[in-house]
């Protein structure tokens, strides 16, 4: 059997954690630069609040609902995600994080005779532990678990095993095709043009048909709801093949220095996530726009190939500031920025060049290695390439007016208790 553990509405229930004066309490997360809505506990979801919308459009309904906004706290929560992690790794060896909030395990060699009562001991654990309320679904593949799991968040124990129920089909045909893991907006509409509308029918649907109009990933699919396992599991996620950091500008930037230094400043942290998974990049994109609600909006965007695959900060500054020249009209008013990595290959397949300065170039290495790891220790960048400026001092960061105090991993944020 598989588990899927589901933090209910997570980013939200982080700030919660610190704040009990919040329980049964509207709450909203926002996005980067306090834009969109990002999140939402049970209470702001009864509200109509949509996901995904921007900030001012339900402002007014915020306030008349008396709806806590807070800016997003990545710190805090990814921070929190690691806690949950390690309380789910006391109870099950097997684990495999999906995502931030979510996380599968693999029950197989745990030879439970209750899978159930299990899962009620570890939501229990990691809410008195972490603070976090989450969903558990079991079932015998992974599509399975994420159909128990959604079930699960409207269950009062919140705790749903789908392959303990006398008619497992009668599930299934209560699940919309489109909330199938897996089947994507174009997907289910193919499927709906062929009356194929639920988790059932999808089951039971023609494997030709299948393979030829959603491929072998849409068969296997089709064959995890019959329970067959077709979806590996795997204990470390794969590495990335690309490595993006977008932002949302604090301010309209039209100035081409200003730009470079948040264009700088960003490819100084997309190359610092390459070096973490001992990675190297064989091309730099560099994106600008404006914003979307202006007239004359543009995106514009343009990629540099390196001469040999890096991962070094000023290599990959170098060649997102090349990008950033092409890009540049002026007059323009840019409101976002972004660095792209591709074409991305394992640190072990490094080919130097024919000029290239083997001892400058171990010694560039055992650089980034000592920056890295300050950074590290310090939870912040402390250490940047002067190309990127002075992040706090720049009006190009995004604001974050409403965002809560990262109480857990920054010293001088660390809460105070009064005895």
């Known amino acids: 059997m598989i588990a899927l553990v589901d933090c209910d509405s997570f980013y939200a229930s982080c700030e919660r954690i610190f704040r009990p004066d919040l329980k049964g309490k509207p ?7 306090d834009g969109c809505v990002i999140a939402r506990s049970r209470e702001a979801k009864a509200l109509g609040i949509p996901m995904g919308v921007p900030y001012f459009q339900v402002k007014e309904l915020v306030t008349k609902n008396d709806v806590t906004v807070f800016s997003s706290n990545y710190a805090l929560y990814q921070d929190i995600s690691n806690r949950v992690l390690a309380t789910i790794q006391d109870f099950c060896p097997e684990i495999e994080p999906y995502s931030i909030d979510e996380s599968f395990m693999m029950l197989d060699s745990l030879k439970l005779a209750d899978e159930d009562a299990f899962a009620k001991r570890l939501r ?14 079991i079932g015998q593949t992974k599509t399975l678990a994420k159909i128990a799991t959604k079930i699960a968040k409207t269950s009062s124990e919140g705790v749903y095993n789908i392959a303990s129920q006398v008619d497992p089909d009668s599930v299934l045909a209560d699940v919309n095709v489109e909330d199938v893991w897996g089947i994507g907006f174009r997907q289910s509409k193919k499927l709906r043009a062929v009356r194929i509308r639920t ?4 089951k039971y649907a023609e494997d030709g048909w299948i393979k030829k109009h959603l491929s072998v990933v849409g068969l296997r699919t089709v064959y995890e709801l019959r329970g067959f396992r077709c979806f590996g599991f795997k204990e470390t996620p794969d590495n990335r093949k690309t490595i993006c950091v977008s932002r949302s500008l604090g301010a309209h930037l039209t100035s081409y220095d200003e730009l470079s230094q948040a264009v700088a400043f960003y490819a100084s942290l997309a190359s610092e996530k390459l070096r973490a998974q001992r990675s190297l990049a064989n091309a730099v994109t560099t994106y600008i726009a404006t914003s979307f609600h202006t007239q004359d909006f543009y995106w514009g965007s343009r990629s540099v190939c390196l001469v040999t695959p890096k991962n070094d900060a000023p290599s990959i500054v170098k060649a997102a500031l090349e990008g950033l020249k092409l890009a540049y009209i002026r007059g323009k008013k840019y409101k976002r920025v972004g660095v792209l990595l591709s074409e991305i290959v394992p640190s072990e397949a490094r080919q130097k060049g024919l000029f290239c300065d083997l001892r400058q170039s171990m010694k560039l290495d055992v650089l980034m290695q000592t920056i890295d790891k300050m950074n ?4 912040k960048p ?11 001092s720049q009006k190009w960061i995004a604001s974050a007016t409403m965002r809560s105090p990262r109480y857990t991993s920054y010293w001088d944020e660390i809460p105070l208790v009064s005895t």
């Open 27 to 33: 709450v909203i997360v926002l996005s980067n630069n």
């Open 124 to 137: 229990k654990s990691i809410k008195r532990l972490v603070g976090i309320p989450v969903s558990i679904g």
């Open 199 to 202: 988790a059932r029918d999808l």
């Open 376 to 379: 590290l220790e310090a939870n």
């Open 382 to 392: 402390i250490i940047w390439l002067a190309a990127g400026g002075k992040p706090e």
